[in-house]
Protein backbone atom coordinates (compact mmCIF):
# COMPACT_ATOMS: atom_id res chain seq x y z
CA UNK A 1 0.00 0.00 0.00
CA UNK A 2 3.03 2.22 0.94
CA UNK A 3 4.53 1.48 -2.38
CA UNK A 4 1.36 2.71 -4.36
CA UNK A 5 1.27 5.81 -2.46
CA UNK A 6 4.88 6.93 -3.25
CA UNK A 7 4.59 5.83 -6.64
CA UNK A 8 1.68 8.06 -6.94
CA UNK A 9 3.43 10.69 -4.62
CA UNK A 10 6.78 10.47 -7.45
CA UNK A 11 4.41 10.63 -10.48
CA UNK A 12 2.51 13.58 -9.04
CA UNK A 13 6.17 15.58 -8.59
CA UNK A 14 7.31 14.98 -12.10
CA UNK A 15 4.10 15.56 -14.03
CA UNK A 16 3.86 19.10 -11.95
CA UNK A 17 8.21 19.91 -12.36
CA UNK A 18 7.51 19.35 -16.22
CA UNK A 19 4.50 21.53 -16.13
CA UNK A 20 6.83 24.05 -14.22
CA UNK A 21 9.48 23.48 -16.64
CA UNK A 22 7.56 24.70 -19.90
CA UNK A 23 5.81 27.35 -17.90
CA UNK A 24 7.60 30.82 -19.04
CA UNK A 25 7.55 33.16 -16.01
CA UNK A 26 9.20 35.68 -18.22
CA UNK A 27 7.56 39.27 -18.55
CA UNK A 28 5.78 39.47 -22.22
CA UNK A 29 7.02 41.07 -24.86
CA UNK A 30 5.60 42.79 -27.55
CA UNK A 31 4.82 41.29 -30.53
CA UNK A 32 7.63 43.75 -32.52
CA UNK A 33 10.85 45.58 -31.03
CA UNK A 34 12.23 47.48 -33.59
CA UNK A 35 15.16 49.18 -32.78
CA UNK A 36 15.35 52.47 -33.99
CA UNK A 37 16.94 52.95 -37.44
CA UNK A 38 19.37 55.90 -38.27
CA UNK A 39 19.41 57.35 -34.54
CA UNK A 40 23.50 56.36 -34.89
CA UNK A 41 25.54 57.22 -37.35
CA UNK A 42 25.88 54.80 -39.73
CA UNK A 43 29.61 53.03 -39.54
CA UNK A 44 31.99 53.20 -42.36
CA UNK A 45 32.86 49.00 -43.15
CA UNK A 46 35.98 47.62 -41.47
CA UNK A 47 36.82 45.69 -44.32
CA UNK A 48 36.31 46.67 -48.10
CA UNK A 49 32.25 46.29 -48.56
CA UNK A 50 31.30 46.12 -51.76
CA UNK A 51 27.97 47.77 -52.61
CA UNK A 52 27.34 48.74 -48.94
CA UNK A 53 24.82 51.63 -48.77
CA UNK A 54 26.65 54.99 -47.86
CA UNK A 55 24.17 57.42 -47.74
CA UNK A 56 23.26 59.76 -45.22
CA UNK A 57 20.87 58.62 -42.42
CA UNK A 58 19.53 60.71 -40.22
CA UNK A 59 17.36 60.14 -37.13
CA UNK A 60 13.65 60.26 -37.29
CA UNK A 61 14.07 61.84 -40.81
CA UNK A 62 11.71 62.80 -43.63
CA UNK A 63 14.32 61.15 -46.19
CA UNK A 64 14.64 64.39 -47.74
CA UNK A 65 17.70 66.62 -48.14
CA UNK A 66 17.68 70.65 -50.32
CA UNK A 67 20.79 71.83 -51.96
CA UNK A 68 21.71 75.36 -52.99
CA UNK A 69 24.86 76.63 -54.57
CA UNK A 70 26.58 79.63 -55.55
CA UNK A 71 28.43 79.11 -59.15
CA UNK A 72 31.36 81.88 -60.53
CA UNK A 73 31.66 80.94 -63.62
CA UNK A 74 33.25 82.40 -66.99
CA UNK A 75 31.49 81.60 -70.52
CA UNK A 76 33.71 80.64 -73.50
CA UNK A 77 32.45 80.24 -76.58
CA UNK A 78 34.76 79.46 -79.56
CA UNK A 79 33.94 81.80 -83.19
CA UNK A 80 33.25 84.99 -81.52
CA UNK A 81 35.88 86.91 -83.28
CA UNK A 82 35.29 90.55 -84.41
CA UNK A 83 37.93 91.14 -87.26
CA UNK A 84 41.30 92.26 -87.59
CA UNK A 85 42.77 96.10 -88.14
CA UNK A 86 45.54 96.15 -90.86
CA UNK A 87 47.60 98.90 -91.69
CA UNK A 88 46.56 99.25 -95.14
CA UNK A 89 43.91 97.83 -97.28
CA UNK A 90 45.87 95.47 -99.36
CA UNK A 91 49.49 94.28 -99.25
CA UNK A 92 49.01 94.54 -95.53
CA UNK A 93 52.10 93.96 -93.37
CA UNK A 94 50.62 94.35 -90.31
CA UNK A 95 47.52 92.64 -88.72
CA UNK A 96 45.99 92.67 -85.65
CA UNK A 97 42.98 90.35 -84.25
CA UNK A 98 40.23 91.38 -82.10
CA UNK A 99 38.33 88.57 -80.18
CA UNK A 100 35.78 88.97 -77.77
CA UNK A 101 36.73 88.74 -74.60
CA UNK A 102 35.09 87.29 -71.40
CA UNK A 103 35.04 87.85 -67.82
CA UNK A 104 33.17 85.53 -64.93
CA UNK A 105 30.08 86.18 -63.62
CA UNK A 106 27.30 84.81 -60.87
CA UNK A 107 24.34 82.21 -60.99
CA UNK A 108 22.97 79.32 -58.81
CA UNK A 109 21.51 76.08 -58.14
CA UNK A 110 18.95 74.94 -56.48
CA UNK A 111 17.86 71.00 -55.74
CA UNK A 112 15.64 68.74 -53.48
CA UNK A 113 15.90 64.54 -53.35
CA UNK A 114 14.43 61.99 -51.64
CA UNK A 115 16.00 59.02 -49.93
CA UNK A 116 13.62 55.57 -50.57
CA UNK A 117 13.86 52.69 -48.85
CA UNK A 118 14.08 50.33 -52.17
CA UNK A 119 17.66 49.35 -52.25
CA UNK A 120 18.44 52.68 -50.49
CA UNK A 121 17.91 54.49 -54.05
CA UNK A 122 18.00 58.32 -54.14
CA UNK A 123 16.27 60.58 -56.34
CA UNK A 124 17.77 64.37 -57.11
CA UNK A 125 16.51 66.95 -58.84
CA UNK A 126 18.41 70.31 -59.99
CA UNK A 127 17.89 73.96 -61.53
CA UNK A 128 20.74 75.80 -62.72
CA UNK A 129 20.41 79.60 -63.66
CA UNK A 130 23.16 81.17 -65.46
CA UNK A 131 22.52 84.81 -66.72
CA UNK A 132 25.65 86.49 -67.65
CA UNK A 133 25.93 89.94 -69.59
CA UNK A 134 29.69 89.93 -71.73
CA UNK A 135 30.37 93.23 -72.62
CA UNK A 136 33.77 94.47 -74.60
CA UNK A 137 35.34 97.49 -76.08
CA UNK A 138 38.43 98.10 -77.66
CA UNK A 139 40.00 101.71 -79.49
CA UNK A 140 41.64 101.42 -82.77
CA UNK A 141 45.18 100.96 -82.88
CA UNK A 142 47.02 104.59 -83.69
CA UNK A 143 48.50 102.29 -87.12
CA UNK A 144 45.80 100.48 -88.09
CA UNK A 145 43.94 102.02 -91.64
CA UNK A 146 41.83 99.35 -92.43
CA UNK A 147 39.21 97.09 -90.49
CA UNK A 148 37.70 93.80 -91.58
CA UNK A 149 34.93 93.04 -89.98
CA UNK A 150 34.17 89.16 -89.03
CA UNK A 151 30.21 89.04 -89.25
CA UNK A 152 29.39 91.41 -92.27
CA UNK A 153 33.16 91.99 -94.07
CA UNK A 154 34.66 95.28 -94.87
CA UNK A 155 32.12 97.82 -95.74
CA UNK A 156 34.22 100.91 -96.08
CA UNK A 157 34.04 101.91 -92.67
CA UNK A 158 37.25 102.76 -90.05
CA UNK A 159 35.74 102.53 -86.92
CA UNK A 160 37.86 105.03 -83.96
CA UNK A 161 36.12 102.27 -81.40
CA UNK A 162 34.33 98.56 -81.22
CA UNK A 163 31.90 97.39 -78.59
CA UNK A 164 30.51 94.13 -78.49
CA UNK A 165 27.83 92.65 -75.84
CA UNK A 166 26.94 88.72 -75.44
CA UNK A 167 24.10 87.70 -73.14
CA UNK A 168 23.16 84.37 -72.53
CA UNK A 169 20.19 82.52 -70.82
CA UNK A 170 20.74 79.11 -69.37
CA UNK A 171 18.20 77.35 -67.61
CA UNK A 172 19.04 73.82 -66.91
CA UNK A 173 16.92 71.09 -65.40
CA UNK A 174 19.23 67.58 -64.40
CA UNK A 175 16.90 64.47 -63.13
CA UNK A 176 19.02 61.77 -61.30
CA UNK A 177 18.34 58.63 -59.52
CA UNK A 178 21.52 57.30 -57.56
CA UNK A 179 22.80 54.67 -55.19
CA UNK A 180 25.44 55.55 -52.79
CA UNK A 181 27.77 52.79 -52.02
CA UNK A 182 30.59 51.50 -50.05
CA UNK A 183 33.84 50.39 -52.92
CA UNK A 184 36.27 50.48 -49.87
CA UNK A 185 36.66 51.72 -46.18
CA UNK A 186 37.63 54.74 -47.54
CA UNK A 187 35.95 55.50 -51.00
CA UNK A 188 32.26 56.14 -51.53
CA UNK A 189 30.89 55.86 -55.48
CA UNK A 190 27.19 56.86 -56.87
CA UNK A 191 26.59 55.71 -60.14
CA UNK A 192 23.59 57.89 -61.79
CA UNK A 193 21.49 57.87 -64.82
CA UNK A 194 18.82 60.19 -65.63
CA UNK A 195 17.58 63.15 -68.07
CA UNK A 196 18.77 66.61 -69.08
CA UNK A 197 16.84 69.12 -70.39
CA UNK A 198 16.30 73.12 -70.35
CA UNK A 199 16.49 75.98 -72.31
CA UNK A 200 19.98 78.06 -73.89
CA UNK A 201 19.39 81.35 -75.64
CA UNK A 202 22.19 83.52 -76.72
CA UNK A 203 22.45 86.87 -78.26
CA UNK A 204 25.43 89.04 -79.36
CA UNK A 205 25.46 92.64 -80.05
CA UNK A 206 28.98 94.37 -82.39
CA UNK A 207 29.20 97.96 -83.18
CA UNK A 208 31.55 99.96 -84.69
CA UNK A 209 31.39 103.67 -84.33
CA UNK A 210 33.89 106.65 -85.80
CA UNK A 211 32.94 110.24 -85.96
CA UNK A 212 30.52 109.83 -88.95
CA UNK A 213 28.86 106.43 -88.60
CA UNK A 214 28.49 103.64 -86.70
CA UNK A 215 27.13 100.06 -87.63
CA UNK A 216 25.93 97.53 -85.40
CA UNK A 217 24.97 93.86 -86.38
CA UNK A 218 22.68 92.02 -83.88
CA UNK A 219 22.30 88.37 -83.71
CA UNK A 220 20.07 85.82 -81.69
CA UNK A 221 19.64 82.44 -81.10
CA UNK A 222 17.17 80.24 -78.79
CA UNK A 223 16.50 76.77 -78.35
CA UNK A 224 15.54 74.05 -75.91
CA UNK A 225 17.37 70.53 -75.54
CA UNK A 226 16.76 67.66 -73.35
CA UNK A 227 17.97 64.11 -73.44
CA UNK A 228 19.59 60.86 -71.29
CA UNK A 229 21.89 61.59 -68.90
CA UNK A 230 24.05 59.59 -67.04
CA UNK A 231 27.52 59.56 -64.56
CA UNK A 232 29.19 59.14 -61.26
CA UNK A 233 29.62 61.32 -58.29
CA UNK A 234 33.13 59.51 -55.83
CA UNK A 235 34.04 60.45 -51.81
CA UNK A 236 37.42 59.60 -51.00
CA UNK A 237 37.53 59.70 -47.27
CA UNK A 238 40.31 61.90 -45.79
CA UNK A 239 39.49 61.75 -41.89
CA UNK A 240 37.88 64.85 -39.67
CA UNK A 241 34.79 65.00 -41.75
CA UNK A 242 36.69 66.06 -45.00
CA UNK A 243 36.80 64.20 -47.86
CA UNK A 244 38.05 65.02 -51.95
CA UNK A 245 34.70 65.46 -53.86
CA UNK A 246 34.58 64.26 -57.90
CA UNK A 247 32.03 64.21 -60.30
CA UNK A 248 32.32 62.82 -64.09
CA UNK A 249 28.66 63.28 -66.35
CA UNK A 250 27.82 62.93 -69.77
CA UNK A 251 24.70 63.56 -71.72
CA UNK A 252 23.76 63.34 -75.56
CA UNK A 253 20.56 66.22 -75.84
CA UNK A 254 18.04 66.34 -78.59
CA UNK A 255 18.35 70.38 -79.39
CA UNK A 256 15.92 72.11 -81.55
CA UNK A 257 17.39 76.12 -82.27
CA UNK A 258 15.00 78.48 -83.73
CA UNK A 259 14.61 82.30 -83.66
CA UNK A 260 18.33 82.37 -85.57
CA UNK A 261 17.72 86.23 -86.49
CA UNK A 262 20.23 88.48 -88.02
CA UNK A 263 20.42 92.40 -88.61
CA UNK A 264 23.06 95.21 -89.82
CA UNK A 265 22.24 98.72 -88.65
CA UNK A 266 23.41 101.94 -90.02
CA UNK A 267 23.26 105.27 -87.89
CA UNK A 268 22.88 106.89 -91.26
CA UNK A 269 19.59 104.50 -92.06
CA UNK A 270 20.42 101.24 -93.98
CA UNK A 271 19.69 98.15 -92.71
CA UNK A 272 19.98 94.74 -93.67
CA UNK A 273 17.90 91.54 -91.58
CA UNK A 274 18.17 87.77 -92.01
CA UNK A 275 16.69 84.64 -90.66
CA UNK A 276 17.15 81.00 -91.04
CA UNK A 277 15.27 78.11 -90.84
CA UNK A 278 15.17 76.10 -87.45
CA UNK A 279 18.20 73.89 -86.78
CA UNK A 280 18.14 70.52 -85.33
CA UNK A 281 21.25 69.16 -83.42
CA UNK A 282 22.44 66.26 -81.06
CA UNK A 283 24.71 68.00 -78.87
CA UNK A 284 27.06 66.01 -76.85
CA UNK A 285 27.56 67.71 -73.43
CA UNK A 286 30.38 66.39 -70.63
CA UNK A 287 30.33 67.74 -66.59
CA UNK A 288 33.69 67.78 -64.71
CA UNK A 289 34.06 68.70 -60.97
CA UNK A 290 36.51 68.09 -58.19
CA UNK A 291 37.16 69.72 -55.14
CA UNK A 292 37.00 69.45 -50.97
CA UNK A 293 33.85 68.50 -48.91
CA UNK A 294 33.03 68.48 -45.03
CA UNK A 295 30.16 67.25 -43.93
CA UNK A 296 28.92 65.98 -40.52
CA UNK A 297 25.59 64.79 -38.72
CA UNK A 298 24.70 67.31 -35.90
CA UNK A 299 21.69 67.66 -33.33
CA UNK A 300 21.72 64.27 -31.79
CA UNK A 301 22.09 63.17 -35.46
CA UNK A 302 18.42 64.28 -36.75
CA UNK A 303 20.26 66.70 -38.99
CA UNK A 304 23.22 66.45 -41.52
CA UNK A 305 25.10 69.68 -42.71
CA UNK A 306 27.59 69.25 -45.79
CA UNK A 307 29.71 71.66 -47.78
CA UNK A 308 31.48 71.58 -50.62
CA UNK A 309 34.06 74.05 -52.45
CA UNK A 310 35.30 72.98 -56.33
CA UNK A 311 35.97 73.83 -59.76
CA UNK A 312 33.45 72.75 -62.56
CA UNK A 313 33.31 72.65 -65.72
CA UNK A 314 30.18 72.45 -68.47
CA UNK A 315 31.19 71.78 -72.00
CA UNK A 316 28.40 71.42 -74.98
CA UNK A 317 29.52 70.66 -78.55
CA UNK A 318 28.20 72.80 -81.42
CA UNK A 319 26.40 75.80 -79.91
CA UNK A 320 27.42 78.84 -82.03
CA UNK A 321 25.21 79.41 -84.56
CA UNK A 322 24.92 83.00 -84.53
CA UNK A 323 26.88 83.72 -87.24
CA UNK A 324 25.06 81.30 -89.62
CA UNK A 325 22.38 83.84 -89.84
CA UNK A 326 25.01 85.89 -91.35
CA UNK A 327 24.97 86.03 -95.52
CA UNK A 328 28.70 85.33 -96.89
CA UNK A 329 29.72 85.00 -93.19
CA UNK A 330 31.80 81.63 -92.45
CA UNK A 331 29.67 79.39 -90.43
CA UNK A 332 31.14 78.50 -87.06
CA UNK A 333 29.28 75.99 -85.10
CA UNK A 334 31.87 75.82 -82.20
CA UNK A 335 32.00 74.92 -78.39
CA UNK A 336 30.52 76.66 -75.70
CA UNK A 337 31.54 75.67 -72.36
CA UNK A 338 31.51 77.33 -68.64
CA UNK A 339 33.90 76.66 -65.89
CA UNK A 340 34.59 78.25 -62.47
CA UNK A 341 34.32 77.96 -58.86
CA UNK A 342 31.02 76.01 -57.52
CA UNK A 343 30.11 76.46 -53.82
CA UNK A 344 27.55 73.98 -53.14
CA UNK A 345 25.63 73.65 -49.09
CA UNK A 346 23.40 70.64 -48.30
CA UNK A 347 21.26 69.69 -45.58
CA UNK A 348 19.61 66.54 -44.57
CA UNK A 349 16.25 66.34 -42.91
Known amino acids: MKTKFFLAITLAILTTTNLLANQNNCPPKDDCECPPCGCDIPPCPTISAYN ?36 TDSGATRFERVDMTSDYKAGFKAGIGYNFNYDNWTAYVEYTRFHPTIKFSKDRPSWALSFLSQWHGSVGVLPDTLTSRWKI ?106 KANSIHNIAPFAELLLGLNWGSYFGNNNWYFDVFAAYELQYIWDQNYLSSTISGSAIDKSNLYFHGLNITARLDF
Open 52 to 87: QSARVNVCGSWDAFVTGSFIYWEALEQGLRLGSFAN
Open 169 to 274: KYDLLDLELSRYEYRGTKLIFNPFFGLKGGWLDQSFTFTEVNSSDSLTTVVTSDSWLIGPRAGIYSKWLLGCDFSILGKAAGSLLYQKLSNLNSSINSSLGGKITA
